[in-house]
């Protein structure tokens, strides 16, 4: 069957990152801003870690955000949910900031931007554990806008998380896609590689590339953004 979608990553796949350094600013400067409201910064991000984890084994009719606030709420009480417009100020205000600790590759803008003139669908399948507004900013910071795309997942939309098999047949099925006319292209082997299981074509882009098993790759395609384009050009 041929490929009529592609499914992209973000961090460490359009926006070149070290996962490890950008949590630790996006974290610094969240607890930053939430300390004087009575968020001691310690609990705030242990919080958060158990919230995100949270969204990761959401499997229930609840969105990953329903997900995330009930744990929060459990332990912070009714105290976060009427500051949760301080977290929205955060993205407003603070969140872009991040970018200055991410890089840039204009090769992402050129490539996404070729693969759409090409006729295909794109997704943006990046991790939802972000809210949109926090996840339409790391688009700009690929030179992207969500327009560039049919659908991208973000907290308020979804109810699950790769690497749940679950996440890239709801993403199929919002595009319109059989699981088997999807490409899906990452630099994390536990996270995005796990597509090919489900019968997606996958692409590994390398740049980032994270792969905490410390699992064999050679037998996946994969490369830069030119070799991704050329394996592409290989279904046509």
């Known amino acids: 069957m041929s490929i009529k979608a592609i499914l992209f ?115 943006l399948a990046t991790n939802p554990i972000f809210p949109p507004e926090a996840t339409e900013l790391r688009i700009a910071w690929a030179g992207l806008t969500p327009n560039d795309f049919e659908f991208y997942t973000n907290y308020t939309n979804i109810n699950c998380c790769k690497p749940n098999p679950a996440y890239y047949k709801e993403v199929a099925r919002r595009i319109g896609c059989d699981l088997t006319e999807c490409l899906m292209v990452g630099n994390d082997i536990g996270d995005d590689m796990v597509a090919e299981k489900l019968g997606m074509r996958v692409f590994l882009l390398t740049e980032c590339l994270i792969n905490a098993k410390g699992e064999d790759i050679s037998h996946y395609p994969q490369g830069d953004f030119d070799d991704l384009i050329d394996y592409i050009k290989s279904f046509r």
């Not at 930053?32 to 084994?57: F, S």
Request: aromatic fraction near 14%; hydrophobic fraction near 35%; glycine fraction near 6%.
């Open 9 to 123: 990553d973000l961090d460490g796949t359009l926006v070149p990152m070290d996962q490890d350094v950008f949590v630790k600013d996006y974290f610094k400067r969240l607890s930053t801003k939430l300390a004087g409201h009575g968020y001691e910064p310690k609990q705030l991000i242990d919080t958060i870690w158990k919230g995100t984890a949270a969204m990761i084994r959401n499997n229930s009719e609840l969105t990953n955000e329903q997900v995330f606030w009930n744990m929060a709420q459990g332990v912070y009480g009714d105290k976060i949910i009427a500051d949760k417009y301080l977290f929205d100020e955060f993205y407003e205000t603070e969140f872009d900031k991040v970018k200055s600790v991410c890089g840039y590759n204009p090769k992402a803008k050129e490539t996404v931007l070729a693969i759409k003139q090409m006729g295909y669908k794109l997704a």
